[in-house]
């Protein structure tokens, strides 16, 4: 049988010491603008001998790669985990697809975990052909069974059921995956929905509550050697109450933590996220990291020619800001 995904994840975690993850949400107008000169001289000659717009289509997905390819270049050897999102590279199309597709081969190059932003949800075979697409194995025109994306976890939304998570549970059980299901989400209305109360059938319980208590439920089967299970959440690291409350419902989760960075998000913010043990979660940044080279104190020491290495540095101080806030609360590994 496959390791079991949050034994892989704390195992990674473990080998860096940081529980911190970069987001790959590449934005082509923030990209480059060397980097995007580089490729519209190399792709010149195909604009103006063939087709104009596919051409530019792939080069834009040459350009995201390229940045992609240089930000994980950088912080492959500081962090354990990366998360590319398809909604920004999917806009483009199938040239978008392809680079999100050679995005995720190039982390697994580099020996580092890959959870594909995805926020999947459907029902039956849909969500089955989701989960085998993604995280398990799909059926070729002879007969053989081969991966597709091939990622290690992959985002999951709740609001269907078990119909739909379970057939991803099942995916992840049989491959050694794992996924994180949007419990107490970052974006400011997310108490539109998760902060309803409910009736006095389901205990009185808000929204985000009951949900988390399906995620232990759902995560069961999941549990990993080291007590973790391989199905975890998603909780906002701006919501440090619900956060408390999410870690008393879910255990033995693993929870994948957002808003650090571009959201206000600090190391601070993220501890009660985290089990007393030191594990349990794993806090993302996206822009503020990969485009860091855009702000200070990055911006005036490398520009955007050094991009990647601005984030190298970016990644470096998420780590120590991340660490320092676990020494400072008791809860960090005692292997460490």
């Avoid at 051409?55 to 930000?71: D, K, M, P, W, Y």
């Amino acid at each position: 049988m496959p390791k079991n995904f949050a034994d892989r994840l704390l195992d990674a975690i473990d080998e860096k010491q940081n529980p911190s993850c970069v987001g790959l949400d590449p934005v082509v107008s923030d990209i480059p603008s060397t980097l995007k000169k580089r490729l519209l001289d190399e792709y010149k000659g195909r604009m103006e001998s063939g087709n104009k717009w596919k051409v530019l289509f792939e080069a834009t997905g040459e350009a995201i790669f390229r940045f992609n390819q240089g930000i994980i270049d950088a912080s492959s050897e500081i962090v354990p985990v990366f998360k590319p999102n398809m909604a920004f590279h999917q806009q483009y199309g199938p040239e978008g697809v392809h680079a999100f597709w050679r995005t995720v081969d190039y982390i697994r190059q580099k020996g580092a975990l890959v959870i594909a932003d995805v926020k999947l949800e459907d029902i039956g075979k849909t969500a089955s052909f989701y989960a085998r697409g993604f995280l398990g194995a799909v059926e070729l025109i002879d007969g053989t069974m081969a991966s597709s994306f091939n990622v290690d976890a992959v985002t999951l939304s709740p609001y269907i059921g078990s119909d739909s998570v379970g057939e991803f549970v099942k995916v992840c059980a049989e491959h050694g995956k794992g996924g994180f299901v949007l419990d107490k989400t970052s974006n400011p209305s997310s108490g539109e929905l998760q902060d309803l109360k409910l009736d006095d059938r389901h205990g009185g319980r808000l929204l985000y509550e009951h949900t988390a208590l399906l995620i232990e439920q759902w995560s069961a089967a999941l549990k990993g050697e080291r007590g973790y299970a391989s199905l975890g959440a998603v909780v906002g690291a701006n919501y440090p109450e619900q956060a408390v409350r999410c870690r008393e419902i879910m255990p033995n989760a693993v929870i994948l933590v957002p808003a650090y960075g571009a959201q206000g998000g600090t190391g601070k913010d993220t501890i009660p996220n985290f089990n007393e043990d030191g594990y349990g979660a794993i806090v993302n940044n996206s822009s503020m990291l990969i485009f860091a080279y855009k702000f200070e104190p990055y911006r005036s020491r490398f520009g955007e020619e050094k991009f990647a290495e601005a984030a190298r540095e970016s990644a470096l101080a998420m780590r120590e800001d991340v660490i320092s806030a676990m020494r400072s609360s008791g809860k960090i590994p005692s292997k460490w």
